[in-house]
């Protein structure tokens, strides 16, 4: 049932949050009375779930005051990557996906640097309102379609580090397979060679070269130059922070195999 005690002014600042929100834009402003009646009001402590991802979605829910981040965990229970956490503020909406499609919920909402406080429209009620509100319909769309570009440039980012995760192993890989005496901090390896061992191509790698370049970790001046690694121990810790970017351990043994297999990348 929606709050009852809410005071005229409670009222005033509630309607006022829902005509910021973008899920209502076009909406008349006689109709954001009806939604306000309907809302609900929540309060979560700093570090409290609002919603838990795997659930069934019951409402729709539009933040207030405080904020909210976005998490994620693999199927083993495990937080993915910061690149994984979104953050939204007052004025923002979370969990209309999983109403719309009813599925459950993807992520897990959680209040952070505070208290949280807002508004959850029933998922019955939210519903009906799409049915009778074309804007609102609208905007579900667009809202979708946003989401769906912004996933998508997600994956490219996560693709990319993959791929100078993988390149990063092999130059580590190569380093150490030169016995200690012969060991400096040169790795004569090519482009192609990587490439051929990742089944990526020449360019593929030199993308990845470049930004574990920028990164300070790498070093190569022309073209049959060798690489120079400059930093071994962060080129290290950013090989191992690889796992949470899908390159796992099984992965890596895979690699090694193949490596193994190559004599010019990987000799033994």
């Avoid at 939604?35 to 539009?62: H, N, W, Y």
């Avoid at 209309?96 to 949280?116: F, N, Y």
């Avoid at 796992?243 to 351990?249: E, K, N, P, S, Y």
């Amino acid at each position: 049932m929606p709050n009852s005690n809410k005071s005229q002014e409670d009222k005033a600042f509630y309607i006022e949050t829902l005509c910021s929100c973008g899920l209502f834009n076009g909406v008349s402003v006689d109709a954001f009375k009806e939604i306000e009646s309907m809302c609900q009001v929540g309060f979560r402590r700093k570090d409290a779930v609002l919603f838990a991802q795997g659930t069934d979605p019951s409402s729709v829910i539009i933040i207030t005051d405080g904020m909210v981040r976005l998490e994620r965990t693999d199927a083993e229970g495990l937080s993915f990557s910061p690149l994984h956490v979104e953050l939204r503020s007052a004025g923002m909406h979370i969990g209309v996906a999983s109403v719309v499609t009813k599925r459950p919920r993807t992520v897990t909402a959680r209040a952070i640097d505070g208290p949280c406080e807002f508004l959850s429209i029933p998922k019955d009620d939210f519903l009906r309102l799409r049915s009778q509100h074309s804007e609102i319909m609208d905007n579900i769309v667009d809202h979708l379609f946003n989401r769906l570009d912004t996933m998508t440039s997600f994956l490219d980012v996560m693709r990319q580090r993959t791929n100078d995760v993988k390149v990063a192993y092999i130059i580590l890989r190569r380093f150490h397979a030169l016995p200690p005496q012969e060991r400096g901090s040169e790795v004569r390896v090519s482009l192609a060679d990587i490439g051929e061992a990742l089944s990526l191509s020449e360019n593929q790698v030199a993308k990845s070269m470049i930004n574990l370049k920028k990164r300070g970790w790498v070093e190569r001046k022309g073209k049959k130059s060798p690489i120079t690694i400059a930093n071994e121990q962060e080129l290290i810790d950013f090989v191992r922070e690889g796992q949470d970017v899908g390159f796992t351990l099984e992965r890596r043994s895979r690699l090694d195999a193949t490596l193994v297999q190559s004599q010019r990348i990987y000799p033994v």
